[in-house]
């Protein structure tokens, strides 16, 4: 089984600030990792994922995740806050065959103060 | 990239009709599709998995002939509420498994009201 523990439902940072959402996992096997990011009343748009390899990812508009298997976590970061970030944010993970489906966190509002 | 094309985006519709969701693969073959219903102010929870040619599985305390799934083709993923009532409101999402990718991609969700 897999699950997603996303801590603290709601961050607020100033803008040019440093953005940190944090994420752990528990996953029975190796997993996939993803952030996604959500606007209201939008779909899911893909930050990132770690599947294999480099454990530094980077991803788009700036953000990036490091997967540390020690820690089981993948908190993501940004160096500096821009006020169109302001969005709810998404950690999941999946398993690595075909068929298994995505597993949410709760979710994480990421508020940006002028 | 892949893209998913989810139809309606939005809809209301009355007590007790019925209301079909299309999830439309453009550019691959989705031989896998989820959907997950979302709360307001909460997060994404898988209702069933659906492959291409045989029946979906549900998950728990997903009434299967409520929410209806056919996935006929490699391409397209329906999702048919039936009988809705108000507590069925929600934002129903499609995720589609890129076979050849790996991926999962999103459809851009329907809102659904029932008045």
């Known amino acids: 089984a897999q699950s997603v523990t996303q801590l603290g439902s709601h961050v607020s940072v100033s803008e040019g600030a440093l953005v940190l959402l944090r994420c752990n996992y528990s996953?029975?096997?190796?997993?996939?990792l993803f952030w996604y990011v959500q606007y209201p009343n939008q779909g899911l748009q893909l930050l990132l994922k770690?599947?294999?390899?480099?454990?530094l990812v980077k991803g788009i508009n700036g953000f990036e995740a490091e997967f540390k298997k020690s820690e089981t976590s993948f908190h993501l970061t940004k160096p500096s806050a821009h006020m169109s970030d302001a969005a709810e944010y998404f950690c999941?993970?999946?398993?690595?065959?075909?068929?298994?489906?995505?597993?949410f966190g709760k979710g994480t509002r990421l508020s940006v103060i002028a | 990239g892949a893209v998913v094309s989810q139809h309606p985006s939005r809809v209301i519709c009355k007590s007790g009709t019925s209301v079909k969701i299309e999830c439309r693969s453009l550019?691959?073959?989705?031989?896998?599709m989820f959907w997950y219903r979302q709360f307001p102010k909460q997060s994404l929870m898988l209702m069933a998995t659906?492959?291409?040619?045989?029946?979906?599985?549900?998950e728990q305390g997903v009434e299967k002939d409520k929410f209806l799934i056919n996935h006929a083709s490699l391409t397209l993923s329906t999702l048919t509420v039936t009988s809705a009532h108000p507590e069925d409101s929600s934002f129903y999402i499609c995720?589609?498994?890129?076979?050849?990718?790996?991926?999962?991609?999103f459809g851009s969700g329907t809102r659904l009201t029932v008045v």
């Open positions: 995720s589609a498994r890129d076979r050849d990718r790996g991926g999962y991609t």
């Open positions: 996953s029975s096997v190796p997993p996939y």
């Open positions: 770690y599947t294999t390899g480099a454990t």
């Open positions: 999941a993970v999946s398993g690595r065959s075909g068929n298994t489906p995505l597993v």
């Open positions: 550019d691959f073959q989705a031989t896998t």
């Open positions: 659906s492959n291409e040619g045989s029946k979906a599985t549900y």
